[in-house]
Each structure stands twice: as C-alpha cells, then as structure tokens.
C-alpha cells in the first residue's frame, strides 16, 4: 500500500489512485516513451549518476513506483517540485532503459505501430522513424527522429513532441535498436531528385547531383572490392536506381488506365 509524502496519510485515497507510470504516459506529448519496469527503476545500480540532475532521488523513486504520494496537504509549490523531478527522473532512466533488451523489444513494438512517425522524404517511401537525442546531457537539444533509410534526422512535426528533451532517449538508441534488429535495415535506394527545366537539368543541381551519385558508386565499390555483399535483399543494401524511360513509361501507362476507366 502506498504512503503519502507528509505528516497525513490517507489510505483509501492511496488505494484507488492511479499508477503513477500509467499516467505520466497516459499525458499528452509522451506517446513517445515506454513503460520502464519497476524492477529496473528501483535497482540502484541504474541510477548510478543521476543524482546530479535531481534531488532526494530515492524519495523520487518511492514516487514513481508508487511506494509514497505527495500529500495534497504539501504547498502547492513543493508538490509541483516533487512532480517535476519525479518526471525528470523517470525521463533519465528510460534513456538507459530502451537500450537493454526488454526496452528494445517494448520500443519495437512502438516502431512498427508507427508511434514515431514516418519519414517525410518521399523517395523513403513512409520509412518508420526512430527517436535520437543530440547529446546524453539533458537542456541541450531537443528530441530528433531517425530514419534508417535515408539515414537522416528530422524534428518531430507535433511541437508537443518537439519539446521533448533529446537525452531522454539518448545518442545510441537507434544504432542499438538496428544492431538488435538487421532484419528491419531498409534497403538503401539510389534514386536521387534533381530539379528539371522543361526536362533539362539545371547547370548547378546537375554539378551536385554528379558529385552525389560518384560518392554512392565509390561506396559501391568499395564493398564489391571488400567482397561485401549489398544488393536489393540485404538489410541495408543498396536498391538499383529505375531507369528514366521505365518511370516516364509506368506512369503514362497508369495515366491511360485511368482515362479508360
């Protein structure tokens, strides 16, 4: 039975409170996070360090697992202090808990729900994104989203999700997540946009795109000189770019199916 955080305790309001857990992930702008066992958090060796960051970090803990509740005799201002740090804390530690196997095989199930989004480049054809923070200090850079397509990161499009802190999901999330699962590494593709005039490459657009399709034949051979295999049907392989014609052609052919119809 939980306590409360003060000189009163009242035990039937204690009983049917909510977790605290199921509604810190149950507020709007943290779809993002997972649900950290209780085990984890309070096995001491996974807070080695953060009390740098918080105060009192054991009482926390009686909070977040639901061990003591703040009383609602508190002032207003020490009980939003406590709320703060303990969401602080919660935060910190499922950084470190989404890179061990249990946190991986939770947030896997996120990824292919789509809880994070979808690349918006169009040629990574609706690619599922991962969260990656910049840095592992907290109040340095928001939250990006990674995609292992393309290989880019990009802001959250809700700005509740753009608020996040980035070192709550940490700098080796997603690399760990792919080492763990290479089956779910997209193949690369090699088709590159290039603006066009009237069909007709811009002088300066053609230059870049040149110069970006002689650095991914030199990755190419590279991996054919190491004897590394990279086609269609390897996790993270590279996909044969679709010739000109065969596009300008399957697109007129399903411009005619439509005016059949």
């Known amino acids: ?140 850079e928001s939250v990006k989203l990674y995609c292992p397509n393309c290989e880019d990161i990009y802001n959250p499009k809700s700005t509740r999700h753009g608020s996040i802190d980035g070192a709550f999901f940490g700098t080796s999330f997603p690399a760990m997540f792919l080492q763990t699962y290479p089956e779910l590494v997209p193949t690369h593709t090699t088709d590159i946009f290039t603006p066009k005039v009237f069909g007709f490459q811009v002088h300066d657009y053609a230059n870049l795109t040149r110069w970006r399709q002689l650095q991914k034949n030199k990755i190419v051979e590279e991996l054919n000189d190491k004897g590394v295999e990279h086609g269609e049907n390897v996790p993270g392989g590279y996909a044969l ?10 697109n007129g052919s399903r411009k005619g199916k439509g005016r059949s119809n």
């Open 1 to 140: 039975m939980a306590t409360e955080l003060g000189d009163n305790i009242d035990t039937s309001e204690s009983e049917y409170s909510e977790f605290w857990i199921d509604w810190f992930l149950g507020n709007k702008g943290n779809e993002y996070f997972c649900d950290v066992d209780v085990d984890y958090i309070t096995d001491r060796f996974n807070l080695t360090g953060l009390n740098q960051y918080v105060e009192r970090i054991l009482l926390l803990v009686d909070i977040i697992s639901d061990r003591q509740q703040i009383s609602p005799d508190q002032p207003e201002e020490i009980r939003r202090t406590y709320e703060d740090n303990a969401k602080l804390l919660y935060a910190l530690i499922h950084a470190r808990y989404i890179i061990t196997l249990r946190g991986l095989n939770k947030m896997l199930e996120k990824y292919r729900n789509g809880d994070f989004g979808y690349c918006p480049r169009v040629l990574c054809k609706l690619t599922p994104l991962l969260p990656v923070g910049l840095s592992d200090t907290p109040r340095v």
């Open 241 to 250: 770019p679709k010739p000109e014609v065969q596009r300008s052609s399957r």
